[in-house]
């Protein structure tokens, strides 16, 4: 079970970022994977929004990239975001979307 401390942490970020209070729900572990290896795996909260005018979920997690580096993700649930680990790749996508277009600019300037 996620500290209170933590839960309070993630409900200010969905607050600031969302618009609205939310109630924590419960907890999953996910595992993202990708050519059958782990990529991330971590727990990801769920919560209830209250008043969001186009949401009912929000999936929320802290990811720690360095000792000192900490990222928080709040995601809303949407027609495409319907589960936790959806929510890790629709995250993970986003994250790296700047990577890709990179990648893809120097591919088509080879060409």
């Keep these: 079970m996620a500290d209170e401390a933590y839960i309070a942490a993630l409900q200010r970020v969905i607050g600031e970022l969302h618009g609205c209070p939310s109630q924590h729900m419960g907890t999953v572990n996910v595992q993202e994977t990708m050519a059958a290896r782990i990529i991330w795996q971590g727990d990801v909260e769920v919560f209830l929004l209250v008043g969001?005018?186009?949401a009912v979920t929000c999936y929320a997690w802290l990811r720690k990239d360095?000792?000192?580096?900490?990222?928080?993700f709040a995601v809303l649930g949407t027609a495409i975001v319907k589960t936790p680990l959806?929510?890790?790749?629709?995250?993970?996508?986003?994250?790296?979307g700047p990577l890709i277009d990179e990648f893809s600019k120097l591919v088509e300037g080879h060409r």
């Design 52 to 54: 969001h005018p186009r």
């Design 66 to 72: 360095t000792a000192r580096r900490r990222r928080f």
């Design 86 to 96: 959806d929510a890790v790749k629709f995250a993970h996508m986003l994250s790296t």
